[in-house]
């Protein structure tokens, strides 16, 4: 190592590392950028002024992008003699390349690259990099950047000379190597002008996604070398898997269905239909193995795979379900804003008492310190497969240093996305214009469900340039597993309460499912003292969305172990809840009772009765709304306060028709295609057409590919995450948990998340923001066994369990 750049570092000392020197993580960086080459491989629709040097620029740019650390300003931050150096050190970086990388066109794509591996170009005042710098003459910089050591800039010149060509990459070799700290400076200054000049204009389609891919393959090999990550080149879904597959079913008893085999015979885009237990997942596994790969042999990486799913419960048991199938827990990573949870829920077992480990050390502490890791390191692509919402995929469109890497991670990949009629309009078009632009970099995508309305096939295989193979599973002569029912009262009116009675008499597990809060408490409040008496304690159970999180963990393995889908005997009790329930644990129930709602939204509540088809057609009993109005949208109908009217009557009226008969999934879609072609299905379709093309041209087309989109984060959260808080009476003990793990702040915020209750983004305004704890605090009336009933806000704020949160 060069003597003065042995003493020069690129990061401080941190969790117990010493500090890291400038030239080895700029050699990890280069490495990590070569490593995503070979995981990704050849992209397509690439700018033609870049097309095939694509890789070479990322390394050059990885190789070089901290250059810029060797003033002894940011020396003295990183050793703590001085709070904040106040640089940019991506400028100064910039003057290592002129005289490394002559090409002109090249050396300015490398430019762009090193320049905006941090923060914008333009848009962001205060933090871009034309505010800072741009009228910025080299007096001034000079100035700015402060003294630089006359050694450092030569010696580190050089390793750059030796280093890149050595390892093939288009740059000079050392005998060019001149320059001194005054040539840098105004090598720096005069090549972020060209940057900056490039980048005022709007840029054409292919330029623009060039650039964002660019720029994420850059940030992505930086963050990686930083965090000492790696990515995993392992794909347990290869051409292997029906092997293992069919060894599975083999041991089992089982054979392929025609469907199964139809959809790995399909290579590109799939539409698969298949109803629950005809083994639509095995399709869906079997048809992604086949895409990877067909496109490995075409790209020459190693597609990753992803599971596309719309609530977090569902997406937690598809991980587990694909760790155990593959045998190989390590290659499935968990994408949801909730995942240090599962990691944690997955590493603690329910049978582990002590309160600390062979080291002495807590054991709550250590598992949450792992799980964070394990979390960390989905979020830097590490594993191969990964199950996550759709809404951790489209933050892509954000794009800039933190969100472009998620882009070229998805780039030559493969998507499965399970039941996408359960999406509002505007985010089932946000999901299609996203899956248009996967499509432009290489990847394949299957929408999979066991109910598909027509429509939405059309809306899929229109937003697609390239044809999309249906795959339907008929003629499985599968049992049916429903008998419709019509109650023209309401679910709380005496007359409903009478029935449910008289089925909990019957010793039958009851589900009920009401569309507000308030009501669902209403109904256990009337029913469950009864129920437990009759049936012991533990046999009435309330579910909704406004439980703190601790106590809603306990309430879901409660409900599983006494409802369960696989348990082997049937245990008699009730279990009302919200529409939560709908997709939310594998349960089993002998009778369900309603209210009405969307149909897609009935569908799912019908399919947790008789779940296995092991008993004749059970009842699932539909009762009427109460029509109302919301206080943010006078003069509108909502199905008790929650749904829209049309879709709700337009389902209601279907299905009192088909009132007294048996019905399964292939009657389903006959009923969904008739709501979607009703003038409120028209209306549908427009608006999902329009938010397609919104969420496009406002997002997708990266025609100002380095201006900050910092404006567009907050909207984006506030449509798809949502927000928590923590009661007043739990703000004690939530600070006591977070210094559970003393210096491990996000292990400590891991385990006081037991304390925090899901709350829409406008419930800020109920109550306070706690900046030390960096936390919203509400003052609500909560019972554990109940959930949240009121928050005590602002008159105008105030929160009652029936309205929409």
């Known amino acids: 190592m060069p003597v003065v750049l042995a003493s020069v570092n690129a990061k401080s000392s941190r969790d117990g590392r010493p500090p890291e020197p400038l030239i080895d993580h700029l050699a990890a960086a280069r490495e990590a950028a070569h490593q995503l080459s070979r995981r990704v491989g050849t992209l397509p629709n690439l700018d033609d002024g870049l097309g095939p040097l694509f890789w070479p620029v990322v390394e050059l740019a990885a190789l070089t992008h901290d250059g810029g650390k060797i003033p002894t300003g940011f020396q003295d931050m990183l050793a703590g003699r001085i709070r904040l150096w106040g640089e940019r050190h991506e400028v100064l970086s910039l003057g290592f390349l002129p005289s490394l990388v002559h090409d002109p066109d090249l050396l300015l794509w490398v430019a762009t690259a090193v320049a905006t591996h941090h923060r914008p170009?333009?848009?962001?005042?205060?933090?871009?990099?034309?505010?800072?710098y741009g009228d910025c003459d080299i007096a001034e910089l000079r100035k700015r950047i402060g003294p630089i050591s006359p050694q450092a800039v030569p010696e580190l010149e050089k390793w750059f000379h030796h280093t890149a060509p050595a390892i093939g990459l288009p740059a000079a070799d050392s005998s060019r190597a001149s320059l001194t700290t005054e040539t840098l400076l105004e090598a720096?200054?005069?090549?972020?002008?060209?940057?900056?000049?490039?980048?005022?204009?709007?840029?054409?389609?292919?330029?623009?996604?060039?650039?964002?891919?660019?720029?994420?393959?850059?940030?992505?090999?930086?963050?990686?070398?930083?965090?000492?990550?790696?990515?995993?080149?392992?794909?347990?879904?290869?051409?292997?898997?029906?092997?293992?597959?069919?060894?599975?079913?083999?041991?089992?008893?089982?054979?392929?269905?025609?469907?199964?085999?139809?959809?790995?015979?399909?290579?590109?885009?799939?539409?698969?239909?298949?109803?629950?237990?005809?083994?639509?997942?095995?399709?869906?596994?079997?048809?992604?193995?086949?895409?990877?790969t067909d496109l490995a042999r075409h790209t020459g990486g190693v597609p990753r795979v992803f599971f596309a799913l719309p609530y977090l419960s569902s997406i937690n048991a598809m991980a587990d379900r694909l760790k155990e199938l593959f045998q190989a827990p390590e290659t499935v990573g968990v994408a949801h804003s909730k995942a240090a949870s599962y990691h944690l829920a997955a590493s603690i077992a329910p049978e582990d008492g002590d309160e600390t480990d062979q080291d002495n050390d807590p054991c709550r502490v250590n598992a949450a310190t792992k799980a964070i890791s394990r979390a960390a390191a989905t979020k830097l692509f590490h594993e191969s497969v990964r199950v996550a919402t759709p809404y951790q995929l489209l933050r892509a469109a954000l794009a800039g240093p933190a969100h472009s890497g998620i882009l070229i991670d998805a780039a030559n990949s493969v998507f499965v996305l399970d039941e996408l009629h359960v999406?509002?309009?505007?985010?089932?078009?946000?999901?299609?214009?996203?899956?248009?632009?996967?499509?432009?970099?290489?990847?394949?995508?299957?929408?999979?469900?066991?109910?598909?309305?027509?429509?939405?096939?059309?809306?899929?295989?229109?937003?697609?340039?390239?044809?999309?193979?249906?795959?339907?599973?008929?003629?499985?002569?599968?049992?049916?597993?429903?008998?419709?029912?019509?109650?023209?009262?309401?679910?709380?009116?005496?007359?409903?309460?009478?029935?449910?009675?008289?089925?909990?008499?019957?010793?039958?597990?009851?589900?009920?499912?009401?569309?507000?809060?308030?009501?669902?408490?209403?109904?256990?409040e009337e029913l469950a003292p009864e129920t437990e008496e009759?049936?012991?304690?533990?046999?009435?159970?309330?579910?909704?969305?406004?439980?703190?999180?601790?106590?809603?963990?306990?309430?879901?393995?409660?409900?599983?172990?006494?409802?369960?889908?696989?348990?082997?005997?049937?245990?008699?009790?009730?279990?009302?809840?919200?529409?939560?329930?709908?997709?939310?644990?594998?349960?089993d129930f002998d009778v369900l009772l309603t209210a009405a709602a969307p149909l897609e939204a009935l569908l799912q509540r019908f399919g947790r009765v008789n779940r296995l088809a092991a008993r004749p057609p059970a009842d699932v009993i539909v009762h009427h709304p109460h029509w109302t109005t919301r206080r943010n949208a006078p003069g509108l109908d909502y199905a008790d306060g929650i749904y829209p009217r049309e879709p709700v009557e337009a389902a209601w009226q279907l299905l009192t028709a088909h009132t007294d008969t048996i019905v399964d999934e292939p009657d389903a879609t006959t009923w969904l295609n008739h709501i979607y072609s009703t003038p409120w299905g028209a209306t549908w379709r427009e608006e999902v057409n329009d938010r397609c093309e919104q969420f496009t041209r406002r997002l997708l087309t990266f025609r100002r590919p380095f201006d900050s989109r910092s404006d567009l984060t907050a909207v984006f959260d506030e449509l798809f995450e949502g927000t928590e808080a923590i009661l007043t009476q739990d703000h004690d003990d939530y600070a006591d948990a977070l210094a559970q793990a003393p210096g491990q702040f996000k292990a400590g915020r891991l385990l006081a998340d037991e304390y925090l209750i899901p709350m829409p983004y406008w419930a800020g305004a109920l109550g306070g923001y706690d900046k030390k704890l960096q936390v919203n605090v509400v003052d609500g009336d909560y019972d554990e066994h109940l959930g949240l009933r009121a928050v005590r806000g602002p008159a105008q704020s105030t929160y009652q369990p029936g309205e929409v949160l």
């Open 121 to 132: 170009l333009r848009g962001e005042p205060g933090r871009d990099l034309a505010g800072l």
């Open 188 to 292: 720096a200054h005069g090549l972020l002008n060209m940057v900056l000049e490039r980048w005022d204009e709007r840029a054409a389609p292919d330029l623009g996604l060039t650039a964002v891919l660019l720029q994420g393959a850059v940030t992505l090999a930086d963050h990686l070398s930083s965090a000492h990550g790696r990515l995993s080149l392992a794909q347990p879904l290869d051409g292997s898997f029906r092997t293992l597959l069919d060894q599975r079913f083999a041991g089992q008893g089982r054979t392929l269905r025609p469907h199964q085999v139809r959809a790995e015979a399909r290579l590109g885009h799939l539409l698969l239909r298949a109803p629950t237990g005809s083994g639509k997942t095995e399709a869906a596994l079997l048809w992604a193995a086949a895409q990877v």
């Open 423 to 524: 999406y509002d309009p505007r985010r089932l078009g946000y999901i299609l214009a996203s899956a248009r632009l996967w499509e432009r970099l290489g990847g394949r995508i299957a929408v999979v469900s066991a109910t598909l309305p027509e429509m939405l096939s059309e809306l899929f295989s229109q937003t697609l340039a390239h044809p999309v193979g249906l795959v339907d599973a008929e003629g499985l002569d599968l049992t049916p597993r429903h008998r419709l029912r019509i109650r023209d009262h309401h679910l709380t009116d005496p007359a409903a309460l009478a029935e449910i009675r008289f089925r909990l008499s019957q010793n039958e597990s009851v589900l009920v499912v009401a569309n507000n809060v308030a009501q669902a408490l209403e109904l256990f």
């Open 534 to 587: 009759r049936h012991g304690q533990g046999s009435a159970l309330l579910l909704h969305s406004r439980f703190r999180r601790g106590d809603r963990n306990g309430i879901e393995q409660s409900i599983r172990e006494r409802f369960g889908a696989e348990l082997p005997g049937r245990h008699p009790g009730l279990l009302v809840a919200t529409q939560c329930v709908e997709v939310s644990l594998d349960l």
